[in-house]
């Protein structure tokens, strides 16, 4: 079995790392069941450890120790959810469990792309839950700022409110209820703007949910990922609402079943509350996971978006052709 040229220290490790988290493999030495294997902190070139190579094969150890790494990149999208012209968080979806965060979602957004954001996530919670369009001055002026892509979902259940927000400067649109309840209309959209139409599947105990998650379908979840698998769609976002700021985690057999279900990209959301979370999330890269949307962790500062950038996104610390590995 050929080891990887890349680690990363579970938090069970890290009192034995002096905290650096990102390792390369420099090589292995003994026999038997004394190999052992050194590895070197990227960021922290001086320091080395000796592990045992049991402990980097095991895939039970993997998780309490050591997790091997593919050079897959996640792409992290820092989510901005409005209400009322707001930059605001709901705890499991719950309008009665409102955080707010900022009054200037435009200074926000442009945060996040000052440090090194690639994509822009914007919930419309006013539109998910009455349809309304409160916020579209805001989202025009966060697309005019911007210079990266931007995506927005909430609210989107005509063609008409889909055409009119893609004119907005937005690179995609976002379709939840309207996905279950009007599927071809996703599918004529999606043959219409090709790479711009994704879809929202939002799950509550494996169940779609719709109308800002107000209303709770019979439909598996999985079922409906399975029906967009060669509609052309861009993307899946799946949500779990169980999870979905919390910072408890994301759930990682529900985005498992989700990928497995769809030949569609699958972007997942809910539940990110620390670095180690989005590690997690690389496991499930190579079954079609390719991006995380992130908020609340942000907005508190338990994930630092440019070290989550560093762990995960593209060019990230552990890949074996990356700057640090090769310098």
Same mark, same amino acid.
């Given at each position: 079995?050929?080891?990887?040229? =890349?680690?990363?220290?579970?938090?069970?490790?890290?009192?034995?790392?002096?905290?650096?988290?990102?390792?390369?493999?420099?090589?292995?030495?003994?026999?038997?069941?004394?190999?052992?294997?050194?590895?070197?902190?990227?960021?922290?070139?001086?320091?080395?450890?000796?592990?045992?190579?049991?402990?980097?094969?095991?895939?039970?150890?993997?998780?309490?120790?050591?997790?091997?790494?593919?050079?897959?990149?996640?792409?992290?999208?820092? %989510?901005?959810?409005?209400?009322? +012209?707001?930059?605001?968080?709901?705890?499991?979806?719950?309008?009665?469990?409102?955080?707010?965060?900022?009054?200037?979602?435009?200074?926000?957004?442009?945060?996040?792309?000052?440090?090194?954001?690639?994509?822009?996530?914007?919930?419309?919670?006013?539109?998910?839950?009455?349809?309304?369009?409160?916020?579209?001055?805001?989202?025009? %002026?966060?697309? %005019?700022?911007?210079?990266?892509?931007?995506?927005?979902?909430?609210?989107?259940?005509?063609?008409?409110?889909?055409? &009119?927000?893609?004119?907005?400067?937005?690179?995609?649109?976002?379709? +939840?209820?309207?996905?279950?309840?009007?599927?071809?209309?996703?599918?004529?959209?999606?043959?219409?703007?090709?790479?711009?139409?994704?879809?929202?599947?939002?799950?509550?105990?494996?169940?779609?949910?719709?109308?800002?998650?107000?209303?709770? @379908?019979?439909?598996? =979840?999985?079922?409906? %990922?399975?029906?967009?698998?060669?509609? +052309?769609?861009?993307?899946?976002?799946?949500?779990?609402?169980?999870?979905?700021?919390?910072?408890?985690?994301?759930?990682?057999?529900?985005?498992?079943?989700?990928?497995?279900? @769809?030949?569609?990209?699958?972007?997942?959301?809910?539940?990110?509350?620390?670095?180690?979370?989005?590690?997690?999330?690389?496991?499930?890269?190579?079954?079609?996971?390719? !991006?995380?949307?992130?908020?609340?962790?942000?907005?508190?500062?338990?994930?630092?978006?440019? &070290?989550?950038?560093?762990?995960?996104? &593209? !060019?990230?610390?552990?890949?074996?052709?990356?700057?640090?590995?090769?310098?």
């Amino acid at each position: 079995m050929r080891l990887a040229k =890349a680690y990363t220290a579970q938090p069970a490790a890290l009192a034995t790392t002096r905290g650096y988290r990102h390792f390369a493999l420099l090589g292995e030495q003994g026999q038997g069941a004394e190999r052992v294997v050194e590895l070197q902190a990227l960021l922290e070139r001086g320091f080395r450890l000796v592990v045992p190579l049991r402990q980097l094969r095991n895939r039970q150890l993997w998780q309490p120790g050591w997790q091997q790494l593919r050079p897959t990149a996640m792409q992290i999208i820092p %989510a901005i959810d409005l209400l009322d +012209g707001h930059c605001v968080r709901l705890h499991q979806g719950d309008y009665d469990q409102v955080t707010r965060f900022s009054d200037d979602p435009v200074a926000q957004a442009l945060s996040w792309q000052q440090q090194g954001a690639r994509r822009l996530h914007l919930v419309d919670l006013d539109g998910a839950r009455s349809g309304q369009p409160i916020n579209d001055a805001a989202v025009k %002026a966060i697309t %005019a700022a911007l210079e990266i892509p931007v995506q927005l979902g909430g609210g989107v259940r005509s063609a008409e409110r889909a055409e &009119e927000l893609l004119t907005f400067g937005l690179d995609r649109v976002i379709l +939840g209820t309207v996905a279950l309840e009007q599927p071809e209309l996703v599918d004529a959209l999606a043959a219409r703007y090709p790479g711009r139409i994704v879809v929202g599947i939002d799950a509550k105990n494996g169940k779609v949910a719709t109308r800002g998650w107000i209303e709770e @379908s019979s439909t598996e =979840a999985t079922s409906l %990922a399975q029906r967009f698998s060669t509609s +052309g769609i861009a993307a899946i976002i799946s949500t779990d609402i169980a999870t979905d700021g919390t910072l408890a985690g994301p759930n990682l057999e529900a985005l498992r079943a989700m990928a497995e279900a @769809s030949a569609v990209p699958v972007i997942a959301s809910g539940g990110i509350g620390t670095l180690e979370h989005l590690l997690s999330l690389l496991a499930l890269a190579p079954l079609g996971v390719e !991006g995380v949307i992130v908020g609340r962790a942000l907005y508190d500062g338990r994930v630092d978006l440019a &070290e989550a950038l560093q762990a995960i996104d &593209e !060019g990230r610390l552990q890949d074996p052709t990356s700057a640090s590995m090769l310098a």
